[in-house]
Nanobody, 124 residues
């Protein structure tokens, strides 16, 4: 079992920045691929960013590439999502995800774990 708790969401103006954090407990984080997903009102949950267990490989959706950066600190069991140049269309609930398979963390996180989500609202 892996428990994931997100923090760092909030309200920000367009063009601003936020840094999301995900604290993992229950098992050693270093064996899991990690990712961030988001779900806007009336839309399906979508992949945002993913990172391999070692942190050597990162992946991004086209909509956030160049603006968001995913990173991890395995010693502290933490995963981060630095979000810059935020746009109103980035408004969503953001979820931290953990999966034993990197390919799944970059798609739908089938068979993986989810956090409870943190709200990010970007005003225009």
């Amino acid at each position: 079992q892996v428990q994931l708790v997100e923090s760092g969401g909030g309200l920000v103006q367009a063009g601003g920045s936020l840094r999301l954090s995900c604290a993992a407990s229950g098992r050693t984080l270093s064996t899991w691929a990690m990712g961030w997903f988001r779900q806007a009102p009336g839309k399906e949950r979508e992949f945002v960013a993913g990172i391999s267990s070692s942190g050597s490989s990162t992946y991004y959706s086209n909509s956030v590439k160049g603006r968001f950066t995913i990173s991890r600190d395995n010693a502290k069991n933490l995963v981060f999502l630095q979000m810059n140049s935020l746009k109103p269309e980035d408004t969503a609930v953001y979820y931290c995800a953990a999966n034993g398979h990197l390919s799944r963390i970059t798609t739908t996180n089938d068979g993986g774990y989810w956090g409870q989500g943190t709200q990010v609202t970007v005003s225009s």
